[in-house]
């Protein structure tokens, strides 16, 4: 992946902008709509398998009483760790161009 300089845009791109990526990230962080939204389909999928994973564990409790809130609470404070450090530290999309 090429990483474009600050003010190299490629010709005919459109930038993606950082307002609607922190919007995303803060109101649908679980759903991974953030990642999908520059471009990072990995990232989106993950954020919704550990979503989903950590919500039927919580309230199906699908391993009994010991385990049944701390562990999908673990996975759940961490998707959450994650969408603050994609805020804060992200600035690009997946093809390396700044956002803007």
Same mark, same amino acid.
């Given at each position: 992946?090429?990483?474009?300089?600050?003010?190299?845009?490629?010709?005919?791109?459109?930038?993606?902008?950082?307002?609607?990526?922190?919007?995303?990230? =803060?109101?649908? +962080?679980?759903? /991974?709509?953030?990642? !999908?939204?520059? *471009?990072?389909?990995?990232? %989106?999928?993950? $954020? =919704?398998?550990? +979503?989903?994973? /950590?919500?039927?564990? !919580?309230?199906? *409790?699908?391993?009994?009483? %010991?385990?049944? $809130?701390?562990?999908?609470?673990?996975?759940?404070?961490?998707? !959450?760790?994650?969408?603050?450090?994609?805020?804060?530290?992200?600035?690009?999309?997946?093809?390396?161009?700044?956002?803007?």
């Amino acid at each position: 992946m090429k990483v474009y300089d600050k003010n190299e845009i490629p010709p005919g791109y459109k930038q993606k902008d950082r307002t609607t990526y922190i919007l995303l990230a =803060i109101f649908f +962080y679980g759903l /991974g709509l953030h990642e !999908f939204y520059i *471009g990072n389909t990995k990232g %989106g999928i993950g $954020y =919704i398998c550990c +979503y989903f994973i /950590g919500n039927l564990w !919580f309230f199906g *409790g699908l391993l009994g009483e %010991g385990s049944i $809130y701390f562990f999908p609470l673990a996975i759940l404070c961490g998707l !959450f760790i994650g969408m603050i450090y994609s805020v804060i530290k992200v600035d690009r999309d997946a093809n390396g161009v700044l956002l803007k």
